[in-house]
């Protein structure tokens, strides 16, 4: 059963950091892309950041430089550092995994709730 795990969130205050990470599981390959999305209350889901598997990274305009995304391979991780948050940042973090060549698959996690209050 393929599986995307995150964890981190939580409360934090303006100004403050968060590290998010994400745990993938049930494959027997490493995931081509795997990437942070967001979701605030009454809007859609964005794209945060994403890395490939030779540690390529993109970032959403809006994001870097605040946030910074990471990966290790050899554990099926991926990482989200998040600093200087604002109440703008208040959503739930997905992370997904993307493998575009046959079997194509594409798995989200559960998600994590991040709250920045001021």
């Known amino acids: 059963q393929v599986e995307l795990v995150e964890s981190g969130g939580g409360l934090v205050q303006t100004g403050g950091s968060l590290r998010l990470s994400c745990a993938a599981s049930?494959?027997?390959?490493?995931?081509?892309?795997m990437g942070w999305y967001r979701q605030a209350p009454g809007k859609q889901r964005e794209f945060i950041a994403s890395?490939?598997?030779?540690?390529?990274?993109r970032y959403a305009d809006s994001m870097e430089g605040r946030f910074a995304v990471s990966r290790d391979n050899a554990k099926h991780t991926i990482d989200l550092q998040m600093n200087n948050l604002t109440p703008e940042d208040t959503a739930v973090y997905y992370c997904?995994?993307?493998?575009?060549?046959?079997?194509?698959?594409?798995?989200w996690g559960q998600g994590t709730q991040v709250t920045v209050y001021s």
């Open positions: 890395v490939t598997s030779g540690g390529l990274t």
């Open positions: 997904r995994g993307r493998r575009i060549v046959t079997p194509v698959l594409d798995y």
């Open positions: 049930g494959v027997n390959f490493i995931w081509p892309v």
